[in-house]
């Protein structure tokens, strides 16, 4: 009898990037390009920053590992005060980061759209790397950093986990660095918590 011949495996649906996040500020989903560690289980996001986002004042988007457009930072300067929204790319505010001109800070705090407090990032330790730092999270556990935070090779810990990762080997441009998340994180939060970071950093350099 004659072989029969099987059907053909249905092709793998392509996945879609990271375009919004969950009504709560919540980032859902995960981005293209994602890395799955192990070979198996949800991917982690990697996206691309710019360093020193504050000293900008302009808009750009956050883009992910393909250049996907992931969350767009609206930047303002103005006399007395500068701000920063991280927005979905339709515009929709997550978090938002204010700082005054010409004043030296040990500690900053990052808001959601309606004002309350996501999370106050301190410099806890002061040392020629800066490298231990503690993030406040109001509705949940602490975080804290592990690295040298000057030249943007750290990591972000919580309850024990790494929960993000920051690093300038994955991407070969100049002043940008780059923040892998892992999977079931709040992205929009722990960029802008790296944000921050840099910021407070690098005051007077």
Same mark, same amino acid.
């Not at 859902?28 to 070979?39: D, F, L, N």
């Not at 900053?108 to 301190?122: F, L, P, Y």
């Not at 999270?137 to 024990?160: C, L, R």
């Given at each position: 009898?004659p072989?029969?011949?099987?059907?053909?495996?249905?092709?793998?649906?392509?996945?879609?990037?990271?375009?919004?996040?969950?009504?709560?500020?919540?980032?859902?989903?995960?981005?293209?390009?994602?890395?799955?560690?192990?070979?198996?289980?949800?991917?982690?996001?990697?996206?691309?920053?710019?360093?020193?986002?504050?000293?900008?004042?302009?808009?750009?988007?956050?883009?992910?590992?393909?250049?996907?457009?992931?969350f767009?930072?609206?930047?303002?300067?103005?006399?007395?005060?500068s701000?920063?929204?991280?927005e979905?790319?339709?515009?929709?505010?997550?978090y938002?980061?204010?700082?005054?001109?010409? *004043?030296? @800070? #040990?500690?900053?705090?990052i !808001?959601? +759209?309606? $004002?309350?407090?996501? &999370?106050?990032?301190?410099?806890?330790?002061?040392t020629?790397?800066?490298?231990?730092?503690?993030?406040?999270?109001?509705?949940?556990?602490?975080?804290?950093?592990?690295?040298?935070?000057?030249?943007?090779?750290?990591?972000?810990?919580?309850?024990?986990?790494?929960?993000?990762?920051?690093?300038?080997?994955?991407? *070969?441009? @100049? #002043?940008?660095?780059?923040? !892998?998340? +892992?999977? $079931?994180?709040?992205? &929009?939060?722990?960029?802008?918590?790296?944000?921050?970071?840099?910021?407070m950093?690098?005051?007077?350099?």
């Amino acid at each position: 009898m004659p072989r029969r011949i099987g059907r053909r495996a249905a092709a793998p649906v392509a996945r879609r990037p990271l375009a919004a996040a969950a009504a709560t500020g919540a980032v859902v989903g995960a981005a293209s390009g994602g890395r799955r560690r192990g070979g198996a289980g949800p991917a982690a996001n990697r996206y691309q920053m710019r360093q020193r986002m504050f000293a900008l004042g302009d808009d750009f988007f956050i883009t992910d590992e393909q250049g996907n457009r992931a969350f767009k930072v609206d930047g303002k300067v103005l006399r007395v005060r500068s701000t920063l929204k991280f927005e979905t790319p339709d515009g929709r505010e997550l978090y938002k980061i204010q700082e005054k001109i010409a *004043r030296i @800070r #040990d500690s900053m705090t990052i !808001e959601r +759209a309606d $004002g309350s407090a996501a &999370a106050k990032v301190h410099n806890a330790l002061i040392t020629p790397l800066r490298d231990r730092w503690t993030i406040d999270v109001p509705s949940g556990a602490d975080m804290s950093t592990k690295g040298n935070i000057v030249n943007h090779e750290y990591t972000i810990s919580q309850g024990g986990a790494t929960v993000a990762t920051v690093s300038r080997r994955w991407f *070969r441009v @100049r #002043d940008t660095y780059g923040v !892998e998340i +892992a999977p $079931g994180q709040d992205d &929009a939060l722990l960029l802008a918590i790296t944000v921050v970071i840099d910021m407070m950093a690098h005051q007077g350099r």
